[in-house]
């Protein structure tokens, strides 16, 4: 368990990638201090947030006396490591090559395609209204889900969670995807495996307690 307050969170209520590092940590019991920063009116952008991270982007993890830490799988691997318990990945390496390769689908392959910043560019230099932005996300979202769901689906790996009875990093990206697409209406393709598994991570406290609906500045 850690007792040192000793991290800041620099996120936004509705981001997938802030509500992953968000359930590590309360998982982890690791206290924080989370720091809104506001997508919706560009405060990413301002010269004191692009100070901590150039890429305007959150989450961005502040631990005191170091530079900070930014993309969510790095920041989530990076917890793990250092606060051990409970674990995040499995021991053995096939295993934990297949939880990696389950949050990739999720946060390397689905998210960055229906993130803010895409579809902002999307509808101010794409020319797309917002059914077309709304379609897009929607397509982008079933096919991420659907390719998750025939990974998992039938796989003697699958158990209760993603990769046996253990919450993983896979449970959590694809909870994040899940969580942020209920929340704005979006509609998901039929995944029973997928929906089962998320059914029962939102059961948890960590996962409950990190909703994006929960947290300071939700407008939802």
């Known amino acids: 368990m850690a007792n040192d307050p000793t991290f800041q969170l620099y996120g936004y209520w509705g981001s997938m990638a802030t509500y992953r590092v968000r359930v590590a940590l309360i998982l982890k019991n690791i206290p924080v201090n989370e720091i809104p920063i506001n997508l919706g009116t560009d405060e990413q952008l301002t010269p004191t947030f692009l100070s901590v991270n150039p890429e305007a982007a959150v989450p961005a993890l502040i631990e005191m006396g170091q530079p900070p830490i930014t993309q969510s799988i790095a920041i989530l691997e990076y917890l793990d490591e250092r606060y051990p318990e409970p674990p995040l990945l499995p021991k053995d390496l096939r295993g934990r090559a297949r939880v990696r390769s389950l949050a990739a689908l999720i946060a390397s392959d689905t998210h960055p395609l229906i993130a803010p910043r895409v579809r902002k560019y999307l509808t101010t230099r794409g020319a797309f209204d917002d059914a077309a932005s709304r379609d897009w996300t929607s397509h982008w979202l079933c096919r991420g889900l659907t390719a998750m769901e025939a990974r998992l689906a039938g796989d003697p790996n699958t158990g209760i969670f993603c990769h046996g009875d253990q ?11 899940l969580v942020i697409a209920k929340l704005f209406k979006f509609e998901s393709p039929n995944a029973p495996t997928v929906n089962r598994i998320v059914a029962r991570c939102e059961l948890l406290e960590a996962f409950a307690r990190a909703n994006p609906k929960h947290q300071a500045g939700a407008t939802i």
């Open 167 to 177: 919450v993983t990093i896979a449970d959590v990206c694809l909870t994040s995807l």
